[in-house]
């Protein structure tokens, strides 16, 4: 069974995360969310830090529990087919500018997984120093990237196992894209199927 490992943080854009989350799953993908913090929340002392992180409170004050803390040392490539980072400005800044995440993305990368970006977590190819190829983001983050990268404005960018997207209303197409990547074309078309887009749609 293929695994991702999807990130949250204070500030993660809530579509983003949970319509990725729950196609996976729906796919058959073994999930899992960690907790990326920025340092500056205190998360009291109740539980056990590994297995116990806060709610994340999302970009539209949504709460979020999130399945794990996230740890670099039980995030390898060789536990998990796919890396996702959302976006919502604060979140997406959180985990980019996460010196072990900017690592894992290289590193899932070099060992030929899956990494995906969606929103203003394109940055995330920035801050990990990726070379220049083609991808896409929210425009609000545009300017950041279109120098260093070839910007496309499509909805879903696909450049070798670096898949990038625009915002909450291209997840869906990010999702089943991953989908696709992951498990095939069959298994795509089986879970869009159920969920009813309209005619001539992404799905």
Avoid: W
């Avoid at 993908?29 to 998360?43: E, I, L, Q, W, Y």
């Avoid at 983050?141 to 279109?146: F, S």
């Amino acid at each position: 069974m293929p695994s991702a490992l999807i990130l949250i943080a204070d500030g993660t854009e809530e579509m983003e995360f949970t319509i990725t989350y729950d196609t996976l799953v729906r796919a058959g993908v073994a999930c899992t969310s960690a907790f990326v913090s920025d340092g500056k929340r205190d998360t009291g002392h109740i539980g056990s830090h590994e297995t116990d992180p806060p709610f994340a409170k999302g970009s539209r004050g949504i709460n979020v529990l999130p399945d794990t803390y996230f740890s670099p040392q039980a995030a390898t490539p060789d536990k998990y087919d796919l890396l996702v980072i959302p976006g919502g400005a604060k979140g997406a800044e959180t985990i980019s500018s996460n010196s072990p995440v900017q690592h894992l993305v290289r590193e899932y990368l070099q060992a030929d997984k899956f990494v995906g970006m969606i929103c203003a977590g394109s940055l995330a190819a920035l801050t990990s120093g990726l070379q220049k190829q083609p991808i896409t983001s929210h425009p609000s983050v545009r300017d950041q990237l279109k120098d260093k990268f070839e910007y496309s404005e499509d909805p879903v960018v696909v450049s070798g196992k670096l898949v990038t997207s625009r915002g909450p209303g291209t997840t869906f197409p990010f999702a089943l894209t991953l989908v696709e990547l992951l498990v095939g074309k069959d298994k795509r078309a089986e879970v869009a199927g159920p969920m009813v887009f309209p005619q001539d749609t992404f799905a």
